[in-house]
């Protein structure tokens, strides 16, 4: 098959897993929760500052499930605002809640629409009630948890010429609606599995994969194995996949934990030396994949930590702070059976083994494993599975694939 082709077949599949990902999961209908908050805002009106009450109320899902979206029904808001604040004739107004689903620290933004409230009669004293409804678009909860509905900045539009902003009084609560939120794993998916920052500001889908592979030590002559599913296990990957975007696909992706290897090899010739390697990642990698052409490249740092070593059999006291001076840069590409960051396969690459500091008790033993392995040119070769997206049952739990050499 061509290159070109298979860049063609590689969008139709990116374009359909798109479309898939976008579409509500088919669902029985959730049990509703009636819920009214009284909010308090203070407005900038043109006659002066005035508290102003706001009360959101309507009908939202009971309880949810990770990944799929929770769908409230229409949505009722309710201004009342003092008489002083607002003309004579009060014409209709228009309001803009901003609202976002938050979870722990992580908050998704709801596109709310804007409530169209109509005029209303003015009393002679008191206070003037507005009143709106709109229905509210869907929105998914990314992980399991307790997901609160919570209200933002408002903007009040007063006829066709008058704005004013309005912000939550200091100190009072903004949160309108909580549901629960259930995982929406499938049976043997690890718990970990999704659990990765995402930036509000840039969505997308999360998921997981497992990935195994080899590195070889170029001053050695010598591989090692990550993370040995045999042994230690194979090294969870979280993922973040976002929409296709100036035509590529990007994927933000992070070792769930720290990756380990043991390993014997001869030093400097003649030395056996076994190590134990942890490599853990600081910050997220991304994967990126130009749908015109093909062509995928990964990037990302680790930082390499040396936990245990002996000579001869014999352990040498390192200390707890043995480590490379710098992360090391990883920079791979995919390999001929790697098409789609979804699907999985093999990448390429190489990374620099930095100097070490910090290694020894009583002795600095940093030079000895710098002139043993520092240095570029050391090859990469892993292997990724599939992407395993909760809810969506097809490739969970996440399969290990198989190591090639």
Same mark, same amino acid.
């Given at each position: %098959?061509?290159?070109?082709?298979?860049?063609?077949?590689?969008?139709?599949?990116?374009?359909a897993?798109?479309?898939?990902?976008?579409?509500?999961?088919?669902?029985?209908?959730?049990?509703?929760?009636?819920?009214?908050?009284? =909010?308090?805002?203070?407005?900038?009106?043109?006659?002066?500052?005035?508290?102003?009450?706001?009360?959101?109320?309507?009908t939202?899902?009971?309880t949810g499930?990770?990944?799929?979206?929770?769908?409230?029904?229409?949505?009722?808001?309710?201004?009342?605002?003092?008489?002083? *604040?607002?003309?004579?004739a009060?014409?209709?107004?228009?309001?803009?809640?901003? %609202?976002?689903?938050?979870?722990?620290?992580?908050?998704?933004?709801?596109?709310?629409?804007?409530f169209?409230l109509?005029?209303?009669?003015? &009393?002679?004293?008191?206070?003037?009630?507005?009143? @709106?409804? +709109?229905?509210?678009?869907?929105?998914?909860?990314?992980?399991?948890?307790?997901?609160?509905f919570?209200?933002?900045?408002?903007?009040?539009?007063?006829?066709?010429?008058?704005?004013v902003?309005?912000?939550p009084?200091?100190?009072? +609560?903004? *949160?309108?609606?909580?549901?629960?939120? +259930?995982?929406?794993?499938?049976?043997?998916?690890?718990?970990?599995? @999704?659990?990765?920052? !995402?930036?509000?500001?840039?969505?997308g889908?999360?998921?997981?994969?497992?990935?195994?592979?080899f590195?070889?030590?170029?001053?050695?002559?010598?591989?090692?194995?990550?993370?040995?599913?045999?042994?230690? @296990?194979?090294?969870?990957?979280?993922?973040?996949?976002?929409?296709?975007?100036?035509?590529?696909?990007?994927?933000?992706?992070?070792?769930?934990?720290?990756?380990r290897?043991?390993?014997?090899?001869?030093?400097?010739?003649? %030395?056996?030396?076994?190590?134990?390697?942890? %490599?853990?990642? &600081?910050?997220?990698g991304?994967?990126?994949?130009?749908i015109?052409?093909?062509?995928?490249?990964?990037? @990302?740092?680790?930082?390499i930590?040396?936990?245990?070593?002996?000579?001869?059999?014999?352990? =040498?006291? !390192?200390?707890?702070?043995?480590?490379?001076?710098?992360? *090391?840069?990883?920079?791979?590409?995919?390999?001929?059976?790697?098409?789609?960051?979804?699907?999985?396969?093999?990448?390429?690459?190489?990374?620099?083994?930095?100097?070490?500091?910090?290694?020894?008790?009583?002795?600095?033993?940093?030079r000895?494993?710098?002139?043993?392995?520092?240095?570029?040119?050391?090859?990469?070769?892993?292997?990724?599975?599939?992407?395993? +997206?909760?809810?969506?049952?097809?490739?969970?739990?996440?399969?290990?694939?198989?190591?090639?050499?």
């Amino acid at each position: %098959m061509t290159r070109n082709r298979q860049g063609a077949l590689v969008l139709v599949l990116l374009l359909a897993l798109t479309a898939v990902a976008a579409e509500p999961l088919a669902r029985r209908p959730a049990r509703a929760q009636a819920a009214e908050a009284d =909010l308090s805002y203070a407005c900038a009106f043109s006659s002066g500052r005035a508290k102003t009450g706001v009360t959101v109320s309507g009908t939202f899902p009971d309880t949810g499930t990770a990944g799929q979206p929770l769908a409230p029904g229409r949505i009722t808001l309710t201004l009342t605002v003092p008489r002083a *604040a607002l003309p004579d004739a009060v014409p209709a107004v228009t309001a803009d809640l901003a %609202m976002s689903l938050v979870q722990g620290t992580a908050a998704t933004p709801v596109d709310w629409p804007v409530f169209t409230l109509p005029a209303a009669p003015v &009393p002679e004293s008191g206070d003037v009630t507005l009143t @709106g409804s +709109a229905a509210v678009p869907p929105v998914t909860p990314p992980a399991e948890g307790s997901a609160v509905f919570t209200a933002g900045a408002l903007k009040l539009a007063v006829g066709e010429a008058v704005e004013v902003s309005c912000a939550p009084e200091p100190g009072t +609560a903004t *949160a309108v609606a909580t549901i629960p939120v +259930a995982s929406g794993a499938a049976p043997g998916t690890p718990p970990e599995c @999704g659990k990765i920052a !995402i930036d509000p500001a840039d969505p997308g889908n999360t998921g997981c994969a497992y990935m195994t592979g080899f590195a070889n030590v170029a001053k050695l002559g010598a591989a090692t194995l990550l993370n040995d599913p045999a042994s230690a @296990g194979p090294a969870l990957t979280n993922v973040i996949v976002h929409p296709p975007k100036a035509g590529h696909l990007l994927v933000d992706f992070q070792f769930a934990s720290p990756l380990r290897a043991r390993s014997t090899f001869l030093v400097f010739g003649f %030395m056996p030396t076994t190590a134990v390697i942890e %490599m853990s990642q &600081p910050e997220k990698g991304l994967v990126d994949l130009s749908i015109a052409t093909g062509k995928l490249t990964v990037t @990302g740092e680790m930082e390499i930590r040396i936990t245990e070593a002996s000579i001869n059999g014999t352990p =040498l006291d !390192i200390g707890p702070r043995c480590r490379g001076r710098t992360p *090391a840069k990883i920079e791979a590409v995919g390999g001929e059976d790697y098409g789609n960051p979804l699907v999985g396969g093999s990448l390429n690459g190489s990374f620099a083994i930095p100097e070490f500091i910090g290694c020894g008790v009583g002795e600095d033993l940093s030079r000895i494993f710098s002139g043993a392995v520092s240095g570029p040119g050391n090859l990469l070769k892993l292997v990724q599975g599939p992407v395993c +997206a909760p809810p969506d049952p097809g490739e969970c739990p996440p399969k290990v694939p198989e190591l090639r050499r």
